[in-house]
């Protein structure tokens, strides 16, 4: 107890001091120059040529000149041989929320705060730099200042604000008037996108599209389950994308490729883009059959250790488990790679993403898998990397600003051992990442893994999910 005691009075004494430090101390980092040379540059621009051999100067935060002479004082970066492409972008993401596990008075902060630099290194440290977040809270925008300021190591943070019918939690609309008041509160409230979910009914489900558009919100979600037997009656003007290829699903009959082709054309034709977020589903069908996958899973040291005891002793997927379920997941799990070929064949564009936060889905590594995924479903190791970097960004509306290695751009980039467009898992060989003007090296990369790791262990034992939920 005494010991618990201490250790909460040095944390709090951290945190009381290192704030201020950190963020000074990273500001005035930002303007080091960095010349990347001898690197193979993948553009990723449309006609993506390789530059090999190139000298890349960048500068406050920005790539300021390819192939120019480096000035004077600036740091070097040797790349030879290595390959450097724009950072990934994760279509498809869900944040740790602080927690209230009891009662609490007015005024009263959370009893489970979530370390901001915990969840994001996560995503840096695997060259994810920047997210979407699907369901996103007041508290996100607080996360996302501390990343600007620089006191959190972090992605680039675009916010949607979910809105779902019925008697859900969270945002609610069940008539067009509350649709478009719920798309108008969202707005103020200073979210850029609004996420559709499943249990809206038809006339509001359209009402808060139509809203949005005219607020100048652009629209992603989930198929609500009213349109199962009429699949093409949700397709809509400015129902910009599809969350989860499983949304189709719902409607299937067949399963078949035939049927992956119709559900393409009506998403075609509708100019709706789609995030299948396969990997989600390959561990939702892993969980409904067993546990093992997940138990084993190495990447599990770097969640934190609520969620671990989360995913591990209260899995509701393996808990609800049936044969049926077992049966049904798998065929999702088939046909969702038929949906991707067929939306590829029929030129429906393709965001990776991961739904990183659902269990066995870990941010940031999450993402390579999606990529390895995508490749398996049908597509080149290009155009895997395209929907992760080149079209996510015209999607959110900042390829003026991401998702290519240009001049004039954010340096948001990953430099690689290997070339991912020879075999796609040498995405994951990471050499260094540039984020927010900062330059981590694997050195780097590696010591905030571990430390990460060596800190969620020595909390587990003070984080039982079933025994703080049960308070
Ligand atoms: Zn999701």
Known sequence: MIRNFLFTIILISLFLVIPFSVCAQKKSDQSVEIAITNVNIIPMTINNHVIYNATVLIKDNYIQSINNEIPDGVKIINAKGKWLIPGLIDMHVHLPSDVNTKPKFPTEAPDIVFEVQDIMTLFVTNGVTTIFNLNANLESFSQRKEIQKGCVLGPRIAVAALIDGGEGNGRRANTPEQGRQTVRIAKAEGFEFIKLYSKLNIETYKAIIDEANKQGLKTVGHIPNVFQNDLKGAFVPHFDMVAHAEEFSKSAKDFNYAEALSFAKIAKENGTWVTPTLTAMEWIADQTNSLERLESLTTLAYV????????????????????????????????????????????????????????????????????????????????????????????????????????GKLADLILLDENPLDK????????????????IEKDKINEMLSELATKNNTLKPDFDWKKMMSN
């Open 304 to 407: 934190h250790p609520l969620l671990q005891s989360k995913w591990l002793t209260s899995n509701s997927y393996n808990k609800n488990s049936t044969p049926e379920t077992i049966a049904y997941f798998k065929k999702l799990v088939e046909f969702q790679k038929l949906l991707v070929k067929a939306f590829k064949e029929s030129g429906v564009p393709v965001t990776a993403g991961t739904d990183a936060g659902v269990s066995g889905v870990v941010s940031g590594f999450s993402l390579h898998d999606e990529l390895v995924l995508l490749v398996e479903a049908g597509m080149t190791p290009e155009e895997a990397l395209v929907s992760a970097t080149r079209l996510p960004a015209i999607w959110l509306g900042l390829d003026s600003k991401i998702g290519t290695v240009e001049v």
């Open 424 to 439: 796609i898992k040498n995405i994951s060989k990471i050499s260094g990442v540039i984020v927010n003007g900062q330059l």
